[in-house]
Each structure stands twice: as C-alpha cells, then as structure tokens.
C-alpha cells in the first residue's frame, strides 16, 4: 500500500505551525513552528524533506483557509507542484468533538488527523489570478470606506440635533459632511476601477449575463464571481443557496420537534446581505417579483419569508442565465408552458 505523509498546518499573522502525521493511529508525531514568510517557507520544506522518506508526490499538505495568512505559503506550495489543501475552518472545527484545550500546536496536529480521515476530499489550492485578486483587494477597501461612511453619517446626525446649541457642534456637522462627501468620491473611484478590472477580464461574459437580471447591481454581481470562482464551484442554484444562507431546511424528530422548514445561520452573511438588498429591490421594481410580493403580502406571508423566497428566485434566475448564456428578459413568456 502507497504510504502518504499528512502534515498539518495552523496558520497565525507572524508564523505556522506544522505537524507530521503518516497514519491517524500515530501517537509520536514531529511538530514544528516556522515564520510565516518567504524565508520561513524555504526553511519549512529543507525541514520537511529530512523528517521522512516518503517521496514529495505523496505529501498532502492541509490547513484552514485564514485568507491572507494562510495566502503565502499555499501559493509558494503550489509554484513547488505540491498538494495544499486550504479547508473551510468551521468544517474542521466541527470534526474535532468536544476539546477542552486549544493551542496552535494541538490545532496542527487535529489538522492533520482531519487531512487522514476525509482524504478522499481534499481539493488542490489553486492561486487566483491577477483580476480576481484585485477586485478582492478593492472590494475590501471598498467595504472599510463604506463602513467609515456609515459611521460618520451617524455622527453627523446625532450631532445635528444640537446644532443650533454651539459653535462647535455646527463646526463638527459640517466638517462631518464635507468628510461624508469625500469618502463617497473615493468609493465612486474604487467602484470604477472594479468595473474596469471585471469588464476587461474572463469573467465579463458572466458579470454581464447576471447583471441582466433586475435587482443585480455591480457590486452583488462581482461578490456571487469571487465567492463562486466565476460560477465554477456549484453545480446548481440550491447549492449557492445554501452557501448563502437562504435555502430552507426541515427540522423534524420523532412527534415532539416539527418547527416547519428554516433557513440555516452556516452562511456567507456578505453574500445574504447583498441578497437581501437585490430582494428588496427587485419586490419594487421587477415586475414578475413586484407582483408576487404583493400578492403574498395581502394573503398574510410574513416580509422575512417574502424576501427569503425572491432571494432564491434570483438565484434560480441568475443560474439559468448563466447555464444558457441568455441574458435575462423580464417579459420572456415560457413556449411549453401552454402545453403544460
């Protein structure tokens, strides 16, 4: 039988910790910590290659995805032709069972039994490319000024009920505004050059098909690309439903639990959030949606369960667009849907 080296990898801001595993049965196992930059990176592999006879084809590497911290180290294994397997924390967090101590050596080494026991999973790290790296990178920037924005027009609005009481808190309004005024440019610029990055890149086929359908701005459009790997990493609507947040679940057991169907709280809340907005704006100005919600709204449907359901319905919509290559149509009418 092929023998397999399973190193575990727990990611920190300065450094990584690291523990070898060969079998889920091992009780003395190398562990080691090395800094999380090119250097250490470099040292960790002329390390790795003396712990252990098993060729480099048959080492799989596994940490969780910490996003910049884990970002490094994952491309330089991958330039190096190595198997990284950046897995969903909470996925390994859930494996581990009831853990009473916590510390990077103890995580590195659940890391690694976690690699052993779901094998069969692993998935290669596969860098991101250029465009999509820097519409990351503004869109973070974009969610900071957006926020810093917020929290000035709240200031300014609480400061304008004293206004007329002293010099200081008429200074202290208008500086505020005049601030709002300018974060607002720079979120302006940063969403241009978003649009310039998305337009010029592969996926402006997709933006443009998803931005078709009415109550998909920009910036919900470019979120579903990035979180989706350009629509590469689900098969079907229900699935980034889920990753979503929105598809319903049953929750029975035996006579005494029947709560009915509800949505889970495991979800990409960015995504639910901007979902959240498009429902919104699609039960105003989407004919088709408009007309649902009203009609749900008069029969009694609680808002919350109205605009959980528009948000499935746009993720229907854009996975059909996208599967067809069709831009959508709000008056599009069904051909078999007479003979139905």
């Given at each position: 039988m092929k023998k397999f080296l399973f190193i575990g990898i727990d990611f920190s801001k300065?450094?990584?910790d690291v523990t070898l595993l060969e079998n889920i049965g091992?009780?003395?196992f190398v562990h080691k910590e090395f800094e999380n930059e090119p250097d250490g990176y470099k040292s960790f592999l002329k390390w790795l290659a003396k712990q252990s006879k098993i060729k480099r084809e048959s080492w799989l590497f596994c940490g969780e995805h910490t996003g910049l911290y884990s970002r490094g180290l994952s491309e330089f294994l991958a330039k190096k032709n190595l198997f990284m397997w950046l897995e969903n924390p909470l996925q390994i967090k859930c494996s581990w069972g009831i853990k009473r101590g916590k510390t990077d050596k103890i995580d590195s080494l659940e890391i690694a039994r976690y690699a052993i026991r779901f094998q069969d999973k692993a998935i290669a790290y596969k860098p991101v490319d250029k465009e999509t790296d820097s519409l990351k990178l503004l869109f973070?920037?974009?969610?900071?000024l957006v926020k810093t924005k917020v929290a000035m027009e709240i200031s300014a609005k609480e400061i304008r009920k004293v206004i007329s009481?002293?010099?200081t808190s008429r200074y202290i309004f208008e500086d505020s505004n005049r601030e709002i005024e300018r974060i607002k440019k720079k979120i302006e610029n940063v969403e241009s050059k978003m649009h310039k990055i998305i337009i010029n890149s592969q996926a402006r086929e997709n933006y443009l098909l998803v931005t078709s359908v009415k109550g998909i701005g920009m910036i919900t459009a470019i979120s579903l690309i990035m979180r989706t790997n350009n629509f590469a990493s689900f098969e079907n609507a229900r699935q980034l439903a889920c990753y979503c947040g929105c598809a319903p679940f049953e929750k029975t057991s035996g006579t005494s639990i029947n709560s009915g169907t509800h949505i889970s709280?495991?979800?990409?809340?960015?995504l639910k959030v901007l979902l959240t907005q498009c429902a919104r704006s699609a039960a105003l100005y989407n004919k088709k949606m408009s007309a649902y919600y009203q009609r749900k709204k008069a029969e009694g449907k609680a808002d919350k369960v109205l605009i959980n359901n528009i948000?499935?319905?746009l993720i229907q919509i854009i996975f059909a667009v996208i599967k067809h290559k069709t831009p959508y149509r709000e008056n599009y009418l069904n051909p078999w849907a007479e003979c139905a």
């Open positions: 300065s450094s990584f091992q009780k003395c973070s920037y974009r969610e900071r009481r002293d010099e709280r495991l979800a990409n809340r960015e948000r499935n319905k």
